[in-house]
């Protein structure tokens, strides 16, 4: 785990037996969802293709993507993808560890910030649930006062506490600790989430549950 000093030094809940919450689903969730959903197939397709090449994908026992794909992204790869849909993922993140909806949107701001840190890497159905589950308490852990310890999102995530941990530091290296946002990013992303939807004919507002100070405090907490 991370020395003392890494993370804002906000409470930890302690991980009582799992209980869902009850508050109606924020729509960030359904848009988020919309906008992965699309980009993990996309992927996945591109995938399906290079492994009909004669020089495509090269598949290690454990089914991890090798050239000519980048591996960066290897830790968080499945052998196989998970039944759940990531809507139904996302809703149970939710509604099990109770983090405010701002974190979701950090949660896909460090995904997209993986995507251009390593273009090669892509986002695809054997290793989205993973990265957001690890990205998501990432997030609330620095925007939320009181948050679960790892063991807790664990459990909602189906992995163990022991790979969760792993993987935190995988991404967190992968981003060059770069887990901070300013007020006008986080405004940005939402605009872009936004748009997303209006495309699809959908007008969806992406709910803001931090205000614009509050994320720029997140700079300076940040080592």
Do not use: W
């Amino acid at each position: 785990m991370l020395a003392t000093g890494d993370y804002p030094t906000h409470p930890i809940r302690q991980p009582d037996p799992i209980q869902a919450d009850t508050t109606p689903t924020p729509r960030v969730l359904t848009i988020i969802s919309l906008v992965l959903e699309k980009l993990v197939s996309r992927n996945d397709k591109l995938v399906e293709v290079l492994t009909e090449q004669p020089d495509g994908l090269n598949l290690d026992r454990n089914g991890t993507i090798s050239a000519p794909l980048g591996k960066s992204l290897n830790a968080f790869h499945g052998v196989r993808a998970p039944n759940i849909s990531i809507p139904n993922y996302l809703e149970r993140i939710y509604k099990y560890t109770n983090c405010s909806p701002s974190c979701f949107v950090l949660g896909y701001v460090y995904i997209d910030r993986l995507a251009h840190k390593h273009p090669d890497s892509l986002l695809v159905s054997l290793n989205v649930h993973r990265l957001l589950v690890t990205c998501v308490m990432v997030a609330s852990k620095v925007l939320d006062d009181v948050h679960y310890n790892n063991a807790f999102y664990a459990r909602v995530g189906g992995v163990s506490n022991a790979e969760l941990n792993r993987l935190e530091l995988e991404l967190l290296f992968l981003l060059d600790f770069g887990v901070a946002v300013s007020s006008q990013v986080f405004e940005t992303y939402c605009f872009h989430l936004e748009q997303e939807m209006l495309i699809n004919g959908v007008d969806q507002k992406v709910e803001r549950g931090i205000s614009p100070v509050a994320v720029d405090e997140i700079v300076t907490d940040i080592g």
